[in-house]
Nanobody, 116 residues
């Protein structure tokens, strides 16, 4: 069974940085798309950043210039470097991965809290 295991969440003051990691366990083939989503209280889950197996990236406007998504295909791991954090970045962050046309996977979520 495939699991996406996240780590790196926590609490930080505004302007600080955090790095999230997400490793795919229980799968030996490379995942195709990988991404980070977030969900703040009372809001819908939204895409933060995505990265293809070839390294093409896409970012939500709210995080452009502050967040960087990257991946290590050999480890089936995706990272999210978050700099210049703002209170509005507070949310549960979810890792996502898929195998095109086959299946998709979600992590359990990790809390990020940014205080002003």
């Amino acid at each position: 069974q495939v699991h996406l295991v996240e780590s790196g969440g926590g609490s930080v003051q505004a302007g600080g940085s955090l790095r999230l990691s997400c490793a795919a366990r229980g799968i030996i083939v490379r995942l195709d798309g990988m991404a980070w989503y977030r969900q703040a209280p009372g809001k819908q889950r939204e895409l933060v950043a995505s990265i293809s197996s070839g390294g093409s990236t896409n970012y939500a406007d709210a995080v452009k210039g502050r967040f960087t998504i990257s991946r290590d295909n050999a480890k089936n791991t995706v990272y999210l470097q978050m700099n210049s954090l703002k209170p509005e970045d507070t949310a549960v962050y979810y890792c996502y991965g898929d195998r095109t046309g086959v299946s998709l996977y979600w992590g359990q979520g990790t809390q990020v809290t940014v205080s002003s």
